[in-house]
Structures are given as structure tokens and as C-alpha cells.
């Protein structure tokens, strides 16, 4: 390895200092071409398939009409006037150079010159800007991010065009040089929780992101891993990322990764969803009460309903007919968290099941699954009714994690009911309640906010869609 950091102005001398570091000669994919440049020897390295051939044509063919009189002579002035390409940058450092090869950008190296010509001519291999098939809505756009970072910066520059929105990129991973966008508006965003973020991000040591976005979060906060209540809100969608930006929330953008990683958040703020702003006031707030409601007896209806037929005396007449009526010949808390694990493992036979056989297979497990399980006695009609309630309910908002945080805290709530009863059953609501205001956001907020600390005014707007607030120019009288 060289002992400089900076680069000879000898193009051979270059070639064989990277040929050594990027080990050109065991690497198919990693090249390396001579052009002459107005009587100048000449070089490039690139990756194959990550560069656009018509612009490396054109500019080859540019390159080769060049005559020693065109050619300025400092890198900066062939990077300006000379280079007909925007995205140029120029280095001198060994180990930018390295990273930007790997990265796909073109580096070229002109015998004379002390700088390297990084054009950025790169194309990554990308799907469409679909609509995400987990946030999907019932009203506006149908965009999506995709795993191209330059794409989703796009389209979030196109909803907000505005000068103060800032584009921070970072690189995180000694090996995997991940590029990250850290986004937020100048002015809006809280400066201490931005310098904090920043920091981290400067800061952080780590070998590779090799789970994106979940790899960021861990590294930039390192909560208690007994809390499974999340701390972060992660979306695919472009116009919620835009809105939290707006609304002076930081977000996240990962190379790879079709998801923007939203901070701060609290609960109220993962619960929201892009159809409670889509549709008039009145529709947005009954579908945002009606998510809270589904979500809280998504937490507490089976744990209940077992507490009830532990005491059947407490049950009133008019709910009589909650009462099992055919024999149980499993207890009741083993079929509870036998159908808890059963659900998840359709979910990922159903992940891994070919998209042409899904919807027949899953037919069959509804009918003939679930018909021979109650016949056989293994599992009530009753229990089957509820926990289908809970399965379905879970999918009431866009959040996996918290809605495994749900089904964890209902997972502890029926087996403190089933042990200790009524004891059991409160002891598990405060244990909830605690995990809950125990949990803070990465700006040191609380978890529960406007509710604890409480804030009416705060409280009311997370609750009820209210009217965009519009100003109009008074007419003259």
C-alpha cells in the first residue's frame, strides 16, 4: 500500500497503485480503459453494469476531438470548462477515489494532472415507484420509495421545493460505505436533536449495514431492548415522509432500502396514517378514532374474555352468550397462545408461498384448517371467533413493530390473567402502562405526549382531523 493519501500526476504509477487496492486483475466486473486525451494518455475505472453507455460514448467521443490547445491546464479548469458532463467532482485522496470506484461512479486519470475526474454517470438497477403494498390508501398518490436513494431525495424534492429543505449525505460501514441522507427542514427542526442525529451518524463504528434501516436505528439509539414498543416510525411512503419533514421531524434515507425512517415519534404519531388527511375532516377523524379503538381492543379483548370465563359470576345477563358452550377439553390459555404462534407462522408460510398459490392456499387453511380444528375438539368456536378479531385488527394500522408490541403485551397479559386471575390481569395493565412511560423518543420526549405530560389543545389535534388552516388576502375596502 502506498504511504501517501494523495495521488501521483503519473497515470502508470495510478494504475498500478489501484489495480493493487481494487484488485482489478480477480474482479471480472471492475475495469479499467485507456482513451488519449488531446495528445494526453488517459484511463478510467468503473464497475460494468452500473455505468450509462450512451453517456460514456458521448463523452469518449468528446474526449477524442480534443486538441492539446483545448486542454486547459489545471484539473479545475478541465473539470469546468471541459468536461461536458454536471456531475463532476475532483480528488485527490486514495482512499475517496477507492470508495467512489465502488460506488459505481466513473474515475478518470489524465497523465499530468493531480486530480482524479469522478463523473458521476452511475444507474442502478430499480423497480418502479409503485404504491407500497403495506401503506396503501384509499385516497391519493400511488408513489412509493424504492431502494435507489437518488430517486427517493426526488421525491421528496418534488413535494417540497422549498430552500430551506436540506440534504445531508453521510456514509456509514467500514466495509459497506452505505450512503445515508439525513433530511429535515432548516429552521423547522429541532437543532439539538439534528446535532445529536448528525453526530451519531458522523461517529458511529460499525462493519456494515447489512439491515438498513434497522441497522441505523440501532446504532444511532440504544434503548432497552425489553421495550418493544417502537421508538422510530419507518414508511415507504414519499408524501408521509414529506409531511413529518414539514412538520420539523428528521428523516432517514438508507442506499438500498425503500423505507424513510422517521424521528421523533411518539405513539400518536405512529398511529397516524395518510387516509386520515386525505378525506374531509369528519371521515379523517372517524377513521383515526376508530384505529385507536380497534387497537386497544386488538390489546385487550382476548385477555378479557378469559378473565371472564375464569369467573363466569361476573358476567352479566346481557353477555351471557359469551360463554363457551360445548366442552373444553384444552384450557383455555393453550389454545389462546397456540393460535398466537399458529398466526404467525401463516404469516410467513404465507410470505414464502408463490403469489399464484396464496389466495387457494389460504382458502384451504381458513375452511378446512379451521373446521377440522374446532370438530376435533383442539380449539373452541369461540376461541377461534376472537383471536380471528385480533388477527385482522393488527392490521389496522401500518406498523409492525408496534403492532408485535401489541401481541407481545397480549401475550403477557393472558398468562399473568391465566396464573393469577384478576391480580394477574391488573398487575399486566400497569406493567403496559409502564413499558409505555418508560419508553422515550430519541429527543428525550415522552412516548405518550400530548397525553402524558398532557396537552389539550395537542391532544385534540392527534384525535380529531381538524381543517387545514388557510389564510386568504383581505379584500380591500
Not at 469522478?118 to 424504492?146: M, N, Q
Not at 385482522?392 to 401489541?406: C, D, G, P, R, V
Request: a negative charge.
Amino acid at each position: 500500500m502506498n504511504e501517501n493519501t494523495q495521488i501521483s500526476e503519473t497515470l502508470r504509477e495510478n494504475q498500478s497503485l489501484f489495480d493493487t487496492l481494487l484488485s482489478t486483475d480477480q474482479n471480472f466486473d471492475l475495469l479499467f480503459r485507456t482513451a488519449r486525451i488531446a495528445g494526453h494518455e488517459a484511463g478510467y475505472y468503473f464497475i460494468d453494469g452500473f455505468i450509462k453507455d450512451e453517456i460514456m460514448e458521448k463523452l469518449l467521443e468528446f474526449f477524442y476531438s480534443l486538441t492539446p490547445e483545448d486542454l486547459p491546464d489545471d484539473s479545475s479548469g478541465l473539470s469546468m470548462d471541459a468536461l461536458p458532463y454536471v456531475e463532476v467532482d475532483l480528488l485527490a485522496d486514495i482512499e475517496q477515489i477507492q470508495n467512489a470506484v465502488l460506488s459505481g461512479i466513473v474515475c478518470l486519470f489524465i497523465d499530468g494532472f493531480s486530480k482524479c475526474f469522478a463523473i458521476d454517470c452511475r444507474t442502478y438497477p430499480s423497480r418502479s415507484v409503485e404504491e407500497p403494498e403495506k401503506d396503501k390508501v384509499l385516497r391519493g398518490s400511488r408513489d412509493g420509495f424504492v431502494e435507489t436513494l437518488i430517486s427517493n431525495t426526488a421525491l421528496i424534492r418534488r413535494r417540497i421545493r422549498s430552500p430551506r429543505l436540506t440534504m445531508e449525505m453521510h456514509q456509514v460501514g467500514e466495509s459497506s460505505h452505505t450512503d445515508i441522507v439525513l433530511c429535515y427542514m432548516e429552521g423547522r427542526a429541532d437543532p439539538k436533536l439534528l446535532e445529536t442525529v448528525r453526530e451519531r451518524l458522523q461517529t458511529v463504528k460499525v462493519d456494515a449495514l447489512t439491515m438498513n434501516q434497522e441497522s441505523i436505528a440501532e446504532c444511532i439509539y440504544r434503548g432497552k431492548w425489553y421495550n418493544p414498543f417502537p421508538k422510530f416510525k419507518y414508511t415507504e411512503r414519499p408524501d408521509a415522509a414529506a409531511a413529518g419533514i414539514l412538520e420539523g421531524k428528521l428523516a432517514i434515507l438508507t442506499d438500498n432500502s425503500p423505507a424513510a425512517l422517521m424521528l421523533p415519534e411518539t405513539l400518536f404519531d405512529i398511529l397516524e396514517e395518510a387516509d386520515d388527511f386525505y378525506f374531509p375532516p369528519v371521515t379523517g377523524t372517524y377513521l383515526r378514532l376508530s384505529r385507536f379503538l380497534i387497537g386497544t381492543l386488538a390489546l385487550f379483548l382476548t385477555p378479557v374474555w378469559l378473565l371472564l370465563m375464569q369467573n363466569p359470576q361476573w358476567i352479566p345477563e346481557w353477555l351471557a352468550f359469551i360463554q363457551i358452550r360445548e366442552t373444553v377439553y384444552v384450557p383455555l390459555i393453550l389454545q389462546l397462545l397456540a393460535l398466537e404462534f399458529a398466526i404467525d407462522g401463516l404469516k410467513l408460510a404465507a410470505i414464502n408461498t408463490p403469489s399464484m398459490l396464496t389466495t387457494p392456499l389460504s382458502v384451504i387453511a381458513a375452511l378446512v384448517i379451521g373446521d377440522f380444528a374446532a370438530q376435533s375438539g383442539w380449539f373452541n368456536s369461540e376461541t377461534m371467533l376472537y383471536m380471528a378479531f385480533v388477527t385482522i385488527a393488527n392490521y389496522m394500522q401500518a406498523s409492525y413493530e408496534l403492532s408485535y408490541a401489541f401481541k407481545f403485551m397480549r401475550m403477557i397479559l393472558l398468562i399473568l390473567t391465566w396464573g393469577f386471575n384478576l391480580w394477574g390481569f391488573l398487575a399486566g395493565v400497569i406493567l403496559i402502562g409502564v413499558l409505555m412511560l418508560t419508553n422515550k423518543t430519541i429527543s428525550g420526549e415522552s412516548y405518550l405526549y400530548p397525553l402524558i405530560p398532557f396537552d389539550g389543545r395537542q391532544l385534540a389535534r392527534r384525535l380529531f382531523r381538524k381543517r387545514i388552516a388557510c389564510d386568504y388576502p383581505k379584500k380591500a375596502e
